[in-house]
């Protein structure tokens, strides 16, 4: 098993910036995809951002080019930086990973933009 434990949620005006983490407590995640996921209020989880074990990153189209994933296997960490936040971003951000065939969240953390 594994533990998934977001942070670096908070309130953000229009424009600006945060830095979110997901530290894991094992170090199998070196060898596994990790991605954001983000559950606006009233609306269906969705795909945010993938980081391969190779370090591929896809992006979906609503925060390419504002938002970037990237990963430090030597802190078990992934990080999801969003610059030029908007008010559609505001939403609970998840961190997921897959091992075994199992698939891991994290409890989330808050991110709420202002407009």
């Known amino acids: 098993q594994v533990q998934l434990v977001e942070s670096g949620g908070g309130l953000v005006q229009a424009g600006g910036a945060l830095r979110l983490s997901c530290a894991a407590s094992?170090?199998?995640?070196?060898?596994?995809?990790l991605s954001w996921y983000r559950q606006p209020p009233g609306k269906q989880r969705e795909l945010v951002a993938t980081i391969t074990s190779g370090g591929t990153t896809n992006y979906a189209a609503s925060v390419k080019g504002r938002f970037t994933i990237s990963r430090d296997n030597a802190k078990n960490t992934v990080y999801l930086q969003m610059n030029s936040l908007e008010p559609e971003d505001t939403a609970v951000y998840y961190c997921?990973?897959?091992?075994?065939?199992?698939?891991?969240w994290g409890r989330g953390t808050q991110v709420t933009v202002s407009s």
């Open positions: 997921r990973t897959v091992l075994a065939f199992r698939a891991y």
């Open positions: 094992r170090s199998r995640i070196t060898t596994s995809d």
